[in-house]
């Protein structure tokens, strides 16, 4: 519901903004971080006193009034910085969960890639199958049209010459066949 105001009151606000127009700037520049803060500040509180014009005092202490109000939409403003703020924070979070850092996961490709290329174009394509496209040697030696014993004796050979390429490009021990991997207590007895 629009609030409209009669001439007398109309002329009792400009007089009320007009009186307490720097004191209020002054009093939010002091508490915000930039004039255009402040401003905002300013206005929202000659906002509220549009609204509740029949509030305000007219014993002579409409300033602290008006402090009031701006100490109010200042801490608004600040809860709502906060807010912003902490959302902020966990958006970035869940961006850098969401997008990783792909630095190593470029330089470890390159080096991929570069060993790949000093291949053979038949060890090559049998570890891209393999690997990329992860077929079992079985399924491999379908799309190569040979035995199914050949395919494992060329993977074998192929990831050997990768790995003797790849040297210590890795720091870390690199792929560990499921076979290599400890055996459970239950096993080794």
Known sequence: MPLRLVPADEARFRELFES???ELLGYA??????????ADVVAETMLVAWR????VPQDGTARLWL?????????NS?????RRHRLGERLRL?????TPDLTDLVDSRTAV??????LSPTDRELIM???WEDLDPKEAAVVLGVPARVVRARLHRARSRLKKLLGDAFEDRGHVRDDQLARPAQEER
């Open 20 to 22: 307490h127009f720097r």
């Open 29 to 38: 520049l002091r508490r915000s971080g930039s004039p255009d803060d402040a």
């Open 52 to 55: 509740r014009f029949d509030d």
């Open 67 to 75: 402090y009031g109000v701006a100490r109010r939409v200042l801490a």
């Open 78 to 82: 600040r809860r709502g910085e906060l």
């Open 94 to 98: 869940r961006l850098q969960e969401a």
């Open 113 to 118: 890639r570069q060993a790949m290329e000093q």
């Open 129 to 131: 199958l393999t690997t």
